[in-house]
């Protein structure tokens, strides 16, 4: 690999253009190639961003000796199969949360992985976002100890549409996409893993064919416990809010941002080089593959997570 990483990126949808706008930030790193479902949206994203190879198939790109790593932002029921196909192609590679909606399928990319001398990763950003990054370091510091996280992931998204309101091809899920990021994260902050779920889901749309509204509880080895709630239909403030209860404090983290209890902004401007935490996602992935080293949220670190959603799954069925 040269001095330079050059990376493919694919799925030019809102998700893919938040990489790109992060990536511009991080030096070292070039995208090469554009992959996504519409040719023309894609030459248009492709132009914009200075990007000289397009298609609409992800084996064209891999096929280009000069890419080292793919970022794949793409409809959740690809995830797993372009993962592997990554990997087999020996690229380096970070996929967009979810790993995987069948459990089955993560594990093989998990032990596929473990076989390589390549980067996996997965895009868990709420490991990140600096206001996560913030209480983590108090928790390893042994400055705070979670007794509870109630999280709140709330949007109105009753038809196929994207962050940006746009249609989309493919259908979302709270619990194999939405949920995860909770799951991942209740474990990693109470640094302790799950040993107790359970989940209850509201009406199946007949449309979309997925509950809109769902309820989880989660307890820790170490006794934390963390109460999740998820809707498609709250016509209200959009996003996932985490309240964390602790022995020595309240935080709320809303994204990048934090505030105490009694709703103070605590500066976190200084917890990491930006405050973007897609880019911070991207310069670990990036940072990992020059070092050698596996990444934080490697495919192998989030995979508990993914058998806990296994396990809800099959008690909502």
């Known amino acids: 690999m040269s001095s330079k990483i050059r990376v493919a990126l694919a799925g030019a949808g809102a998700f893919g253009i938040k990489h790109l706008d992060g990536i511009k930030n991080i030096e070292g790193v070039e995208v090469v190639s554009l992959i996504s479902r519409e040719l023309d949206k894609t030459r248009e994203v492709a132009a914009k961003y200075g990007i000289s190879h397009v298609t609409t198939e992800l084996a064209d790109s891999l096929a280009l000796p000069e890419v080292d790593a793919v970022i794949l932002c793409t409809p959740t029921q690809m ?16 996929v967009e949360i979810p790993l995987c909606d069948v459990l089955a399928d993560g594990e093989e990319v998990v032990q596929v992985a473990k076989q390589s001398s390549l980067v996996a990763m997965c895009g868990h950003t709420r490991r990140f976002n600096p206001s996560h990054q913030w209480v983590h370091r108090k928790i390893a510091a042994g400055e705070f100890n979670i007794q509870q996280m109630d999280v709140q992931t709330y949007f109105f998204r009753r038809s196929n549409m994207n962050a940006l309101g746009q249609p989309r091809s493919w259908t979302d899920h709270l619990l194999w996409h939405h949920a995860a ?5 209740f474990a990693y902050q109470a640094q302790s893993p799950v040993v ?6 509201g009406p199946i749309h007949p449309q979309l064919g997925i509950a809109m509204d769902m309820s989880i509880q989660l307890k820790a080895a170490n ?30 983290a809303r994204y990048d941002d934090l505030f105490n209890g009694k709703e103070e902004k605590i500066d ?28 934080n949220s490697s495919v192998a670190q989030v995979l508990p997570c993914y058998q806990v959603l296994h396990k809800l799954e099959q008690q909502l069925q």
């Open 181 to 185: 990021h909770t799951v991942d994260l």
């Open 196 to 201: 107790q779920a359970h989940a209850l889901q």
């Open 79 to 94: 995830h797993a199969s372009q993962t592997l196909a990554c990997l087999k192609a020996g690229k380096h590679v970070q």
């Open 268 to 295: 976190v401007s200084q917890v990491d080089v930006s405050m973007n935490g897609i880019e911070l996602q991207d310069r670990e992935f990036f940072a990992a593959i020059r070092e050698g080293r596996e990444p």
């Open 223 to 252: 006794g934390a416990i963390c109460t999740l709630s998820l809707s498609f239909n709250n016509d209200g403030p959009l996003g996932t809010f985490f309240r964390y209860i602790g022995d020595t404090g309240t935080y709320l």
